[in-house]
């Protein structure tokens, strides 16, 4: 995880896709991950149109295509829950090699495994490309409520300082000789979970005196609005639309 | 942190892109955010201030929130261990409901999903909806619902709002097992039958939620002890004033004295609560006839425990049996058959467990009510001595 | 300034706190009637120990808590409900724990934060976050997170979130603790550096000597002395009874006190 600039998704670089404005690319991203799941799942050609228009996009972002497949392994429990639709699902059945799989049990997995993974490339590629405070603030833009982009950007701020807590408090248990092995040491593990909370808690009341401290009166000042051009929204929505053409196509043929 | 085992835990329930077809995800998308919006007002009043300096709640609701929201976040990292190199962890829905209130938990939740989905690609963007729906709302509603109710019947003892805590947290993950199977239903991209995704994911929720009980009961508890009153659920319990008679008082003046010695709300509120007790009785039973059902369904037809919930609830089984050290640990890595057997004992699991809460309120109640009737005899015998911190 | 002017001259002292009394809703009193005055430029310590209700003293300058009885003023200007912007203006409080403090994403954020809600923008708010940043010598760190700088570095920016509001006074919790001596010295150096007027909450009485000509110890809730740093802590009697003690082998007569 990781506040501030970096994250763990992040990739520095200077791309035409890294400049961008954040909420042209979550819009953009939204839009084509929404086009691909209203996409029909017998339409084959148009997933692989859809990877090869990801393929693009993550060429002209320079993100090497290791660094994407390797973050799409987040993908893997859900794999293993479409893997078995086949065997479950009802319906007209096929014997492959001894198994008896059911067709649509075999379009399901079909189904969640091409419309996921493309998810979650898109979204991998987003997050690699746009750095976390611009990921907030474009969601701002994108008229997500600035009390929860507010909720959204302490989280983030005080998320390590709240692990830090945690693990320090780990190496005081260690450091005690307790090593939390089974069961019965829950009641233990719990007290620290208890005692985080009233950390953080505190922390909050804090973070809130330093902040009314300095003017703080409900809401953030915006500081940059910078103007989006034409131009870069015409770039961002080249993905969408081109997969919605393809959707179409899909559709249609 | 990382690591595939702990990743895998976490997206047991985050649905990703495709696996709801896209109508059905903008409409939990709208609920999801009219809940949010309404959220965002709850909370003002939830976080507004109650200590130093009269401070206006939307000033409050930002930073507090926020670290609410990163508290979850990084709770949901640690790791309670169960045997054998498996381990559980928190999902949260019940503990915020708990701690901050509904509308905050709900907010918190929510930020921590989003984050999620928009920082790691941990649950689909057009999934953002579904994910909210089931896991922030249905979670911490059912949660707080099911603990408010509990604690007003249950005796105003700190052990209650443990035992409150308990079973809210244990039928809200199932409860979330359920909205996912509504949710399903209405736009599941695949053929598999409603009944065999239903038996299949309330089922190994049940069992998730076993180790969610635990584990949030413990932390609400290890709350109460030092700070009684950062538990949003237990405000208004705090136990009342304690009044010592002097043994220079005239011993007549004592009994007339004690009464009065009960600070009004406590006093006024005893009448309603009584008859209001009632109804919570019968909504805490539905409650437990439901969680019962939904378990006895799930052992009654072993047949819809397939694989599919076998799969999904590897971890949650070898959580959970060794939690109850049961045999089941050798089964839940084998073939079909043992995955039925394993599946139709989890179920049985699930049953005693429910029943198990369930005795145990009733016992407690019972107790209660005979502690009730005594109560005109002597204030300060219902209320625990105050405990020191 | 002279550090033997105990009873402050200036027509318009930055703070006068008069007959300040505070319970907490609990009940629990906290100030019995604290009066004290610093004079515009003045650096002065408050000491006392533990529990003696320096930190509720310190919440009042800024109308976090409203006055139980007396008055506080900020230059002039009543502390109360009308003007608690204009006052969160004049008073800049440094809380102890930086991470507090320093609650934006960026260094440049944070620093700008105050003067943002103040409505300041543009190029006139670029240049106010360079400047405080460069009085703590912060300026090459505008762009870096706050958790990853060091203890020091981030005690330094949280002094800069303050400065950028060209308070009146700045008010210090604690500055020194939890700093290593080269942040310590660095962090006095800076505060030596600065033309506003100081308190400094402490209990570490070499950084008051070295710091602040004046220092009053609160005690019980009232102001029980008042006078040069130095005379105070020669005067063991006083500090006892106060629970103030004098680090191993520092003997405040000793030492040549910078003015």
Excluded at chain 1, 107 to 133: D, M, P, Y
Excluded at chain 1, 171 to 189: D, N, P, T, Y
Excluded at chain 2, 217 to 233: E, F, M, Q, S
Excluded at chain 3, 56 to 83: C, F, R, S
Aim: charged content about 15%.
């Amino acid at each position: 995880m990781g506040a501030g600039h970096a994250h763990k998704l992040y990739r520095h670089g200077h791309s035409p896709v890294h400049g961008l404005p954040a909420h042209c690319k979550i819009a953009a991203v939204f839009c084509f991950v929404l086009v691909v799941v209203s996409t029909p799942r017998e339409a084959l050609w148009a997933f692989g149109l859809y990877a090869a228009l990801l393929a693009l996009a993550a060429a002209a972002a320079r993100v090497p295509a290791r660094f994407l497949l390797t973050r799409l392994l987040i993908e893997v429990p859900f794999v293993a829950f479409a893997v078995l639709m086949p065997f479950v699902a009802e319906g007209p059945r096929v014997h492959v090699g001894g198994l008896s799989l059911s067709t649509s049990g075999l379009w399901g997995t079909w189904n969640i495994l091409a419309k996921g993974t493309l998810g979650v490339a898109a979204s991998v590629l987003l997050a690699a490309t746009t750095e976390l405070r611009e990921l907030l603030q474009g969601l701002q833009r994108l008229r997500m409520p600035p009390l929860l982009v507010q909720i959204a950007s302490f989280m983030i701020r005080y998320g390590d300082v709240i692990t830090d807590e945690m693990r320090r408090m780990r190496i005081a248990r260690l450091s005690r000789g307790f090593e939390a092995r089974g069961v019965r040491h829950w009641g233990v593990l719990a007290k620290s979970a208890g005692a985080l909370f009233i950390r953080s808690y505190e922390r909050g009341e804090r973070v809130h005196l330093a902040m009314v401290s300095r003017g703080y009166t409900g809401t953030m000042p915006v500081l940059d609005a910078a103007s989006v051009t034409r131009a870069q929204w015409t770039r961002a929505a080249a993905l969408p639309l081109a997969a919605l053409a393809v959707c179409l196509l899909g559709w249609t043929l | 942190m990382g690591g595939l085992r702990n990743l895998k835990r976490r997206t047991l329930m985050h649905v990703p892109d495709g696996f709801i077809n896209a109508p059905v995800s903008l409409a939990t998308g709208a609920v999801a955010a009219a809940a949010v919006a309404v959220s965002l007002r709850g909370a003002r009043r939830e976080l507004a201030g109650t200590g130093a300096g009269a401070v206006a709640g939307a000033e409050r609701t930002a930073p507090l929130a926020g670290l609410v929201a990163a508290f979850i976040f990084a709770v949901q990292m640690l790791n309670f261990p169960v045997a054998a190199g498996t381990s559980g962890h928190l999902l949260g829905g019940a503990l915020a409901a708990i701690l901050v209130g509904p509308y905050t938990g709900v907010l918190c939740v929510s930020v921590v999903l989003l984050m999620q989905g928009v920082l790691f690609a941990d649950g689909g963007l057009t999934a953002l909806g579904v994910n909210i729906t089931d896991m922030a709302i249905v979670t911490t509603v059912v949660a707080y619902g099911l603990f408010r109710g509990l604690v007003k019947v249950l005796p105003r003892r700190r052990r209650s709002i443990t035992v409150a805590s308990f079973v809210a947290a244990l039928v809200s993950v199932p409860a979330a097992a359920v909205a996912f199977t509504a949710i399903y239903a209405l736009g599941g991209t695949a053929d598999v039958p409603i009944g065999k995704v239903f038996t299949a994911m309330v089922g190994v929720h049940v069992l998730i939620g076993i180790g969610e009980a635990v584990i949030t009961a413990l932390t609400v508890g290890a709350v109460i002890a030092v700070r009684p009153d950062l538990v949003h659920g237990a405000r208004g319990l705090t136990a009342p004033l304690e009044l010592r008679t002097s043994p220079l008082a005239a011993p007549a003046d004592a009994p007339a004295a004690a009464p009065e010695a009960e600070p009004v709300p406590a006093a006024a509120a005893t009448a309603p609560r009584r008859s209001a007790r009632r109804i919570w009785l019968a909504g805490l039973a539905a409650a437990l006839v439901c969680a019962g059902g939904i378990s006895y369904y799930a052992s009654a037809s072993p047949d819809g425990l397939e694989k599919v919930a076998h799969d999904q609830g590897i971890d949650a089984k070898a959580e959970d049996h060794a939690a109850k050290d049961s045999p089941l640990a050798d089964y839940s890595v084998k073939d079909i058959t043992d995955a039925r057997l394993s599946g139709g004992l989890a179920g049985v699991i699930g049953v005693g467990a429910t029943l198990a809460v369930g005795t145990g309120v009733f016992v407690v109640l019972r107790r209660r009510k005979s502690a009730a009737t005594a109560e005109p005899a002597g204030p300060g015998a219902e209320h625990p001595a105050p405990e020191s911190v | 300034m002279d550090p033997l002017s105990t009873t402050t001259p200036a027509p318009a002292p930055s703070l006068a706190v008069s007959r300040l009394a505070y319970a907490y809703p609990d009940g629990h009193q906290a100030l019995f009637g604290v009066d004290l005055t610093v004079g515009r430029g003045e650096r002065v310590a408050l000491l006392g120990p533990n529990g003696a209700g320096k930190t509720t003293l310190v919440l009042h300058l800024n109308g976090i808590l409203t006055a139980g009885a007396g008055t506080v003023a900020v230059a002039g200007l009543p502390v109360a409900k009308e003007h608690l912007a204009e006052i969160r203006r004049r008073v800049g409080i440094v809380f102890q724990d930086p991470d507090d403090q320093l609650f934006m994403p960026t260094v440049r954020e944070d620093v700008a934060f105050g003067p943002a809600a103040a409505g300041l923008r543009g190029a006139e708010l670029d240049a106010r976050v360079t400047e405080a940043l460069t009085r703590v010598g912060m300026a090459d760190f505008a762009d870096r997170p706050p958790h990853h700088l060091s203890f020091g570095q981030r005690r330094r920016v949280a002094v800069a979130t303050v400065l950028a509001m060209r308070p009146e006074i700045l008010v210090l919790d604690e500055p020194s603790s939890n700093l290593d001596p080269a942040s310590r010295r660095e962090l006095a150096d800076i505060l030596r550096s600065l033309d506003v007027t100081v308190l400094m909450v402490t209990h570490d009485l070499p950084y008051a000597l070295e710091l602040c000509p004046r220092s009053v110890v609160l005690s019980g809730g009232v102001i029980v002395a008042d006078g040069t740093t130095q005379e105070l802590l020669c005067d063991e009697e006083l500090m006892r009874t106060h629970r103030l003690e004098l680090p191993f082998g520092f003997d405040p007569r000793s030492v040549d006190v910078p003015l």
